[in-house]
């Protein structure tokens, strides 16, 4: 057949060799999701290409080659079309530029609607929509009619769609709404050697009330071994059950307890609809052929000896689970988690029901917050508040301290004599982690400060300054150590200033940087630097994060300045007071406030954190000013209107209401005498949690963010570590990538001269370990927004792109009527509005002709070229034309008009050409049967269709008999009694006329026919051709079922172009498709990823265009291919 191209789904071009295709060219891969192996194992053999487009959008409306992106879920640009990018529960508006949100398609390859169904079709074709009647960014409104695809996507930088999901692939599990391409993204990352990856939900045993999430991963044998180990093998079943506790590990950094999957299954082959799609119905039957008790018998085997209970209060927990979990007590353990053995909401509830029989108190938000055994079986109330008392020398350490023992442990660790040792006090949980991310990458949170001195500054009086400063400042003596019994305390001693004298400022700046700042060891240094040659002199000043922060940076630098010219000092509070306050906190109530705040989080973490990045290093930053708020008599203050605009413009990029950041609160609002004066690091980080409701007026959603500040106050030095062991909710929200500080401006280092000039700091935007930081600095009614990030993390462009949408949400926040809801506040910018319009401004052009008659002028102009080669004969264009006419006049002659719907039935064949041309010569629209069908499913197509004739071959002529449906058998012998051609005139049909009607399955079992007119697949063969590599010299593969409509681009656009269709029998198409490539000496394939990854690209070397398509495309199915 020497076929060059091919259109498959990419789970069958992973059944492919690439290296025995010596024909094929392009291999064009659709219907399913391509992923980043199926690209790497065909690109250096052909021309890969993904292709995407719903059955309502005439097979292609996207577009793109594997030499323009190799970005995992990239889908192009629109072709024959436009499309636009909606809020997914809202099509009335515009998603901003970046966020996720429904794709719209507008243009002339649109669908007609579905079959007899007025319901269904304006459901999902939309006319009209405000913002398309309005216009933007100076191009004029229009009319226009959309499809909504149902389908999540987001723009990238160069204006390509990238396919996220399905909104309908969302699902409920364990009571939570969970989106399952999400998990099978996370599971792909964590398992990288699995060569598909499919997660569903399934009911063991066949129980409704068992919901359990799985996972199925495509492994070679080997891998599956090695992964079992001492796992029992299971006998006679089609999969191995695995329980891969590093995975789980892995995961659960990544997503909540409740998204993890309680079960992998390994298999050799996941299996495969007739359409090359991964078959979801067959997994799910495969899950449920196990039972509860199975899987649990299973998982313990797998895990081993369990660790039983040991006490009364551990032993009823565990006979409670099993009654619910309707499981044998000793198969769970004390470390299995509620979860993981099955559980969900319903049967929480169902637990604490029980447990309040027994006489036991407990809540669904604890078994949520604890859901491991031996955590839920040791709750206790907790304890009570302590008075506050005057601070005293090392009376911090506590009343059982040997303070003499601890002062010479810390002298030790700081190699000082213990007579220096002025005190020692708890470090706050804030400075405990600066230090421990110091130890982990040498130089985060250490500021180097320059100052250059004005020539007239007396250096001794300059040094006596900051020698008063530091003497009368604690914290700027203090020492962080590690005690063996105490933990991590600092030290203040009584120790004066090192100076440091150089001569060459960038010298002593790269040596100052390379020295550390360790435990025992000195937060600050002191140089004076003097290069004469320059006439300059410089004060560089080096100064750990764990001693200040924003906040207590002007105030020494104020108190150096005074000390300087002599104006007396106030006497500053010392920072043990605050560390005081913190000792005296209610672990209950601070227990209490963050799992009630975080209970049931269900937030998607933005940016999402790549597997490739395990610590995020900023190294790219935009700045943004934003217009003056307007002055209003409201309550509301400036920092309540970031964290509102921020927590809008979070839940538009995560498609969620439930959001959850990172805040750096400055901790000057805690109740302790002085602390605004105080010197020292007060700042924490919280994780703040917004539930974002679109009906929620904005003056109460503003007033909810601003109580939830302030009952936040009492509980905001808890300390991220600690809050993220308050159980499986507090985790995850404390996993945030988005850090936002909001602080008043500093002008102290930028416009104090009196000293000299401040030439260098390395600011907080350099000490972040967040994907994301956003620093809002206040000034009047200006708001400063200065981004660091991670471009490996998130990209300069979407960053650029996000800060505009924060101060448009912000200046519309800050100006709302009392009526108006949060659902009112416009996300899309104007700039954003303004891009939009320019990349879909022009609809394009239908091509008003159908598409027969284009055909028909192919075969006037190559009569003699190749235009169908298969197992079963070859055509030229000249012999295709004359069948498909002779046919046509019969099929007229029995009566069929225009408009009629002519069901076709065949395997694979060069008839079936003949027969979907002649229906179309004949005026009718063909529907393909697929003959794997049930009859049933056939009756029901023509009970819908109102058919009047059926056409088949040989092979099926006898399915429907008792349905007393005329049937014609289109063969050569057929065609031979056609040979003296009719006497019936063929009509003249419009390109308003439908051309076929596919058929899905619909949501209520019965099939939807989606009605397609000729002017909408001339137009898309017309535009999707040209991007898809065709040309007169194609030799297409013709793989895909007819009943996908990915046939419709194998056959009509390469006849449309003059190639060649290139067909393979049944069975070699399914047991051999890469001898079947070599053999028509195909060069142009369209495939799924999931059958791409199953062919190998160094044996076809016909191939030369693989489109992928029908399922998501990553970098490694690019990878395989191109080249």
């Keep these: 057949m020497n076929a060059n191209w091919a259109i498959l789904t990419p789970s069958v071009s992973r059944l492919l060799n690439p290296r025995i295709l010596t024909s094929l060219e392009t291999l064009v891969l659709g219907g399913e999701p391509v992923t980043c192996p199926d690209w790497n194992m065909w690109k250096d053999h052909v021309r890969g290409i993904n292709a995407y487009g719903p059955a309502e959008c005439c097979v292609v409306c996207c577009a793109l080659s594997d030499d323009q992106s190799s970005e995992t879920g990239v889908i192009g640009k629109s072709i024959a079309s436009v499309s636009w990018v909606v809020d997914p529960d809202n099509h009335n508006k515009l998603a901003p530029m970046g966020s996720i949100g429904e794709l719209l398609v507008e243009g002339p390859i649109l669908a007609r609607g579905y079959l007899d169904d007025a319901e269904k079709t304006a459901a999902a074709f939309i006319e009209d929509p405000a913002w398309l009647l309005q216009g933007g960014g100076g191009h004029p409104g229009r009319h226009g009619r959309l499809y909504k695809t149902g389908d999540l996507v987001r723009y990238n930088a160069d204006g390509n769609l990238i396919y996220v999901g399905r909104k309908d692939s969302q699902v409920k599990i364990r009571g939570q709404r969970v989106e399952l391409g999400e998990i099978e993204h996370h599971v792909r990352e964590c398992m990288p050697e699995a060569q598909q990856t499919a997660v569903e939900v399934i009911f063991p045993g066949g129980e409704k009330s068992s919901a359990t999430l799985a996972a199925f991963l495509q492994l070679d044998n080997k891998r599956i071994e090695a992964l079992r180990g001492h796992q029992p093998a299971d006998n006679g079943l089609p999969v191995q059950m695995l329980f891969l506790v590093e995975i789980d590990k892995q995961m659960v950094d990544r997503v909540p307890n409740y998204m993890l999957p309680s079960v992998y299954f390994a298999l050799p082959q996941l299996p495969m609809t007739t359409s090359g799609k991964t078959d979801r119905k067959r997994l799910r039957e495969i899950g449920a052929s196990f039972s509860v008790q199975q899987l649990a018998d299973m998982r313990a085997l797998c895990q081993g000896p369990k660790r039983q209970p040991s006490t009364e209060a551990e032993r009823a927990m565990q006979q409670l689970w099993a009654g619910v979990l309707n499981i044998a007590e ?524 284009i055909i028909t002028e192919q075969a006037d102009a190559q009569p003699n070229a190749p235009a169908v080669c298969a197992w079963d004969g070859e055509m030229t264009y000249h012999e295709l034309d004359d069948y498909s006419t002779r046919l046509a006049g019969h099929l007229v002659q ?7 719907v002519v069901p076709f039935c065949f395997e694979k064949s060069m008839w079936t050409i003949v027969a979907m041309l002649a229906v179309l010569k004949a005026g009718g629209a063909f529907a393909p049967l697929d003959p794997d069908h049930p009859r049933s499913r056939h009756e029901e197509i023509f009970k819908q269709t109102q058919a009047k004739v059926v056409l088949t071959s040989a092979q099926h002529a006898s399915r429907w008999n008792e349905s007393r449906l005329p049937t014609i058998i289109v063969s050569q012998a057929s065609m031979q009694r056609l040979s003296n051609g009719t006497d019936a005139t063929l009509p003249a049909g419009l390109a308003s006329n439908t051309a076929y009607i596919m058929f899905t399955s619909g949501s209520t079992g019965i099939p939807k026919g989606v009605v397609l007119e000729h002017r909408a697949i001339s137009s898309s063969c017309r535009s999707h051709g040209k991007a898809l590599a065709f040309g007169p010299d194609i030799r297409a593969l013709q793989f895909a079922s007819y009943n996908f409509d990915a046939s419709i681009v194998e056959i009509f656009t390469t006849l449309l172009f003059g190639g060649c269709v290139c067909i393979p029998s049944e069975s070699h198409r399914r047991d051999n498709l890469a001898q079947a490539i070599n053999s028509m000496n195909a060069d142009w394939a369209l495939l799924t990823p999931s059958v791409a990854q199953l062919l190998d690209p160094k044996i076809l070397p016909s191939l030369k265009t693989l489109v992928l398509g029908g399922e998501q495309v990553t970098s490694a199915d690019w990878d395989m291919w191109k080249g």
């Design 330 to 853: 000793n198969s769970i353990g004390m470390d299995d988690t509620f979860f993981h053995l099955g559980g969900d909401s319903i049967a929480a509830m169902k637990l604490v029901g029980h447990a309040r029989k027994a006489g036991l108190e407990l809540t669904v938000a604890k078994v949520f917050q604890y859901p491991r055994l031996g955590d839920l079986a040791s709750l206790r109330n907790p304890h009570t508040r302590t008075k506050i008392k005057d601070i005293a020398a090392f009376s911090l350490l506590g009343p059982d301290a040997d303070v003499d023992r601890v002062r010479e442990d810390v002298a030790i660790s700081c190699n000082v004599d213990a007579c220096l040792v002025e005190d020692i006090y708890p470090c706050s949980p804030l400075q405990e982690s600066l230090l421990s991310l110091t130890s982990k990458r040498a130089g985060d949170y250490i500021m180097q400060s320059v100052l250059e001195l004005r020539a007239d500054v007396d250096e001794s009086a300059f040094r006596a300054a900051w020698k008063l400063v530091v003497w009368s400042t604690s914290v700027l003596r203090t020492r962080i150590v590690q005690h063996q019994k105490l933990g991590v305390l600092q030290a203040v001693l009584a120790e004066d200033i090192v100076w440091v004298v150089a001569g060459g400022l960038d010298e002593y700046l790269e040596q100052d940087k390379s020295t550390s700042m360790e435990l025992g060891e000195p937060l600050a240094r002191y140089a004076l630097i003097e290069e004469p040659s320059r006439g300059k002199r410089w004060f560089v000043w080096t100064l750990h994060h764990a001693l200040y922060d924003g906040w207590t940076l002007p105030l020494i630098l104020d108190a150096v300045q005074k000390a300087y010219n002599n104006v007396g000092q106030t006497t500053q509070p010392n920072f043990n007071g605050f560390i005081q306050y913190l000792g005296h906190q209610d672990p209950g109530a601070t227990a209490k406030y963050w799992q009630d705040s975080l209970a049931d989080c269900e937030a998607t973490m933005f940016p999402p954190l790549p597997s490739k990045v395990q610590q995020p290093v900023a190294d790219a930053m935009v700045e943004h000013q934003c217009p003056p708020l307007p002055t209003t008599s409201s309550d509301i203050t400036t920092s309540t209107l970031v964290r509102a605009a921020w927590s809008i413009v979070t839940a538009s990029y995560t498609s969620s209401d439930d959001v959850v950041f990172g805040a750096t609160v400055t901790g000057r609002n805690a109740p302790v005498a002085g602390i605004e004066a105080m010197m020292g690091p007060t700042i924490a980080t919280v994780p703040v949690r917004v539930r974002v409701a679109g009906d929620q007026t904005v003056s109460s959603f503003l007033e909810a963010i601003q109580r939830q500040a302030t009952e936040m106050i009492p509980f905001e030095q808890t300390g991220l570590h600690c809050i993220a062991k308050m159980g499986p909710d507090a985790r995850h929200a404390c996993g945030f990538q988005t850090l936002l500080v909001v602080q008043p401006t500093n002008d102290v280092l930028t416009e104090s001269k009196l000293l000299g000039t401040w030439n260098e700091q390395s600011g907080l935007q350099n000490f972040t370990t967040y994907g994301l930081m956003v620093q809002c600095t206040l000034a009047a009614q200006e708001v400063q927004i200065m981004a660091s990030f991670d471009t490996q993390v998130i990209e300069h462009w979407r960053v650029e792109k996000i800060m505009g949408q924060f101060s448009f949400v912000m200046q519309q926040l800050a100006r709302a009527a009392p009526d108006c809801t949060v659902a009112d506040i416009d996300r899309l910018t104007p700039e954003d509005q303004q891009e939009l319009w320019n990349l879909n401004s022009d609809v394009p052009s239908a091509v008003d002709r159908c598409i027969n008659d």
């Design 894 to 900: 029995v009566g069929v008009e225009p408009e009629d």
